[in-house]
């Protein structure tokens, strides 16, 4: 067995939790998939990932009293004991424990403080993965997109980045990703020397795997190894218009009482894992006004995380970097879906539904509303 004091890069000790908290959109997926993979081998290495899903959201609920899902009455927030039992496990353990959850990353002063207090300052080091916020937006309208929301790319952006209206999508974005004020809250209660910022390099996809297997002491390639069993691909224009619609057509951003979280589920895996996109098929764009935006954000960004003093993996300028893109870009320029997205989506959907003895029609999941979603996906 090895001795985690010695052989991870933050010196760890013994009980000592790595809490990861994100942010959202830096590869968290990736990083939890591979973890939750390699439970089988961790242990020979005095590293855990505990429990059995692919990510901590219910002991980050837990220690949050933030309620779980996103569906108007959705299930209320896990019993404390989801989150004390979780660090008393952490303790006890004669090793790391990885707690890994991006939803970490939006807890308030108040609760970050309580969260430290009950692992204990000594006990705990505070991962921090950043990208590029420029190549984060994309991904977050597509995020948000999940959740029900109805608007397009462009009036997103001009909702997030020039504050014309206050929509409550707009507040979650800033919470997630006002990074500066992220680092800035967990190096002043745990100490900065106690923080790691993971700079994400989209031109080194392997790059996260090795900075965490540093991390933790682990071998070179133990978690890269694991990083097949990944499937978080972003959407394509066609494919986010489609979602976009459909949560038009059925009331999204009230909840989707129509259906359920399974159907929901199931539809976007059922198009986002199953079929691959043709080669042509167009990803979403930025526009360079967004672009410019996001880069005086982030250049305030690089210059908070070079004074906080917190430890740094990669190329922190990378998150600085003034990316370029089209001069503009129009909600309205996609007037046809691609045909495999929407049936790949239905059977989804249909395929994530509890056994019935008659698949369910479009009319029936969607409840009177089967007509105005055919126009919708026809682009009338």
């Given at each position: 067995?090895?001795?985690?004091?010695?052989?991870?890069?933050?010196?760890?000790?013994?009980?000592?939790?790595?809490?990861?908290?994100?942010?959202?959109?830096?590869?968290?997926?990736?990083?939890?998939?591979?973890?939750?993979?390699?439970?089988?081998?961790?242990?020979?290495?005095?590293?855990?990932?505990?429990?059995?899903?692919?990510?901590?959201?219910?002991?980050?609920?837990?220690?949050?009293?933030?309620?779980?899902?996103?569906?108007?009455?959705?299930?209320?927030?896990?019993?404390?004991?989801?989150?004390?039992?979780?660090?008393?496990?952490?303790?006890?353990?004669?090793?790391?424990?990885?707690?890994?959850?991006?939803?970490?990353?939006?807890?308030?002063?108040?609760?970050?403080?309580?969260?430290?207090?009950?692992?204990?300052?000594?006990?705990?080091?505070?991962?921090?993965?950043?990208?590029?916020?420029?190549?984060?937006?994309?991904?977050?309208?597509?995020?948000?997109?999940?959740?029900?929301?109805?608007?397009?790319?462009?009036?997103?952006?001009?909702?997030?980045?020039?504050?014309?209206?206050?929509?409550?999508?707009?507040?979650?974005?800033?919470?997630?990703?006002?990074?500066?004020?992220?680092?800035?809250?967990?190096?002043?209660?745990?100490?900065?020397?106690?923080?790691?910022?993971?700079?994400?390099?989209?031109?080194?996809?392997?790059?996260?795997?090795?900075?965490?297997?540093?991390?933790?002491?682990?071998?070179?390639?133990?978690?890269?190894?694991?990083?097949?069993?990944?499937?978080?691909?972003?959407?394509?224009?066609?494919?986010?218009?489609?979602?976009?619609?459909?949560?038009?057509?059925?009331?999204?951003?009230?909840g989707w009482k129509t259906y359920g979280n399974a159907v929901h589920d199931g539809l976007i895996k059922g198009m986002v894992e199953g079929r691959t996109p043709d080669a042509n098929e167009p990803k979403l764009q930025t526009p360079q006004w967004?672009?410019?935006?996001?880069?005086?954000?982030?250049?305030?960004?690089?210059?908070?995380?070079?004074?906080?003093?917190?430890?740094?993996?990669?190329?922190?300028?990378?998150?600085?970097?003034?990316?370029?893109?089209?001069?503009?870009?129009?909600?309205?320029?996609?007037?046809?879906?691609?045909?495999?997205?929407?049936?790949?989506?239905?059977?989804?959907?249909?395929?994530?539904?509890?056994?019935?003895?008659?698949?369910?029609?479009?009319?029936?999941?969607?409840?009177?509303?089967?007509?105005?979603?055919?126009?919708?996906?026809?682009?009338?």
């Amino acid at each position: 067995m090895t001795d985690p004091a010695s052989g991870n890069s933050v010196g760890l000790k013994r009980g000592s939790i790595l809490l990861h908290i994100g942010v959202h959109k830096t590869g968290t997926t990736a990083i939890q998939d591979a973890l939750s993979h390699a439970r089988p081998e961790l242990s020979q290495w005095d590293v855990q990932y505990p429990g059995n899903a692919q990510a901590h959201r219910r002991v980050a609920s837990s220690a949050m009293n933030r309620r779980l899902g996103w569906q108007v009455g959705g299930a209320p927030a896990p019993e404390p004991a989801v989150w004390e039992n979780f660090v008393k496990n952490a303790h006890a353990f004669q090793g790391i424990t990885v707690c890994s959850s991006e939803f970490f990353a939006e807890s308030d002063d108040a609760t970050a403080g309580e969260i430290v207090e009950r692992i204990g300052k000594g006990n705990v080091h505070v991962i921090i993965t950043l990208r590029n916020l420029g190549k984060i937006l994309p991904s977050a309208w597509q995020q948000i997109l999940k959740s029900g929301y109805e608007n397009g790319y462009v009036h997103w952006l001009k909702n997030a980045l020039t504050e014309v209206e206050n929509e409550p999508k707009t507040e979650v974005f800033w919470a997630r990703h006002r990074h500066d004020i992220v680092v800035e809250r967990w190096a002043k209660l745990v100490g900065s020397d106690r923080v790691t910022v993971v700079v994400v390099d989209d031109s080194n996809r392997d790059g996260i795997y090795h900075d965490f297997e540093n991390l933790l002491g682990l071998p070179k390639d133990a978690l890269l190894k694991q990083r097949k069993h990944t499937m978080n691909r972003s959407m394509t224009t066609a494919e986010s218009e489609l979602l976009r619609r459909l949560n038009e057509v059925v009331g999204g951003s009230k909840g989707w009482k129509t259906y359920g979280n399974a159907v929901h589920d199931g539809l976007i895996k059922g198009m986002v894992e199953g079929r691959t996109p043709d080669a042509n098929e167009p990803k979403l764009q930025t526009p360079q006004w967004a672009l410019d935006i996001a880069a005086r954000y982030a250049a305030t960004y690089v210059a908070a995380i070079k004074a906080s003093g917190v430890n740094v993996m990669g190329d922190v300028e990378l998150l600085g970097s003034h990316l370029k893109g089209p001069t503009e870009v129009n909600d309205n320029a996609v007037n046809a879906i691609a045909l495999d997205a929407a049936v790949a989506a239905i059977l989804g959907a249909i395929g994530n539904r509890k056994a019935t003895t008659t698949p369910p029609t479009i009319s029936t999941l969607f409840k009177g509303k089967a007509s105005k979603l055919r126009r919708s996906i026809a682009g009338k």
